[in-house]
T-cell receptor, first 115, second 113 residues
Framework: AAGVIQSPRHLIKEKRETATLKCYPIPRHDTVYWYQQGPGQDPQFLISFYEKMQSDKGSIPDRFSAQQFSDYHSELNMSSLELGDSALYFC??????????????FGPGTRLTVL | DQQVKQNSPSLSVQEGRISILNCDYTNSMFDYFLWYKKYPAEGPTFLISISSIKDKNEDGRFTVFLNKSAKHLSLHIVPSQPGDSAVYFCAASAQGGSEKLVFGKGTKLTVNP
């Protein structure tokens, strides 16, 4: 079965640079979520999109922005990178309101290292 | 404040025995609870979920129990296998649908052969 695809899998950037992470949801999933997981931490919700509109926002820095495109893929744009942005970034997708259980299916993650 | 708590950072069990992973929550608005399994360098994999209107859900070797009055849930794995060794995250959402998940900090399960 098709899964959530994330690219790139690994990314190394310098401080103050920008980064773009991409997420391709499971086919027919209209809801995408972004999470950040620091070392030894639980995944923290950043932002979500339903039908190309932002549906919820968590602890996402103002330096970050995201959007969902017409083909439902999503991109997380990160600017003025800081050392503390080094983390695993997970994208998850779900069928949204068509699945009331709220089950989200996660991609393999992008490991961002800021030097 | 941590709305979903997994107080045991690690658990070690023998192969064939039962593994019991515990999770507590504080937010009464949560109505779906999910367990995810995570291997290093991989994304969380959905295992099993339970609605707040139920007290038990079973899927093969995995059973989740919910005690709503105590705001407590547990995941039972019987029998435990070495391949079950991973980090297990408890997660919760309010009103299902497209709501965000709130995660616990995870419990690292080691199943010894």
């Amino acid at each position: 079965a098709a899964g959530v695809i994330q690219s790139p899998r690994h990314l190394i950037k310098e401080k103050r640079e920008t980064a773009t992470l991409k997420c391709y949801p499971i086919p027919r999933h209209d809801t995408v979520y972004w999470y950040q997981q620091g070392p030894g931490q639980d995944p923290q919700f950043l932002i979500s999109f339903y039908e190309k509109m932002q549906s919820d926002k968590g602890s996402i820095p103002d330096r970050f922005s995201a959007q969902q495109f017409s083909d439902y893929h999503s991109e997380l744009n990160m600017s003025s990178l800081e050392l503390g942005d080094s983390a695993l970034y997970f994208c998850a997708s779900s069928p949204g309101f068509r699945d009331p259980t709220g089950t989200q299916y996660f991609g393999p993650g992008t490991r961002l290292t800021v030097l | 404040d941590q709305q979903v708590k997994q107080n045991s950072p690690s658990l070690s069990v023998q192969e064939g025995r039962i593994s019991i992973l515990n999770c507590d929550y504080t937010n009464s608005m949560f109505d779906y609870f999910l367990w995810y399994k995570k291997y290093p360098a991989e994304g969380p994999t959905f295992l099993i979920s339970i609605s707040s209107i139920k007290d038990k859900n079973e899927d093969g070797r995995f059973t989740v129990f919910l005690n709503k009055s105590a705001k407590h849930l547990s995941l039972h794995i019987v029998p435990s296998q070495p391949g079950d060794s991973a980090v297990y995250f408890c997660a919760a959402s309010a009103q299902g649908g497209s709501e965000k998940l709130v995660f616990g900090k995870g419990t690292k399960l080691t199943v010894n052969p």
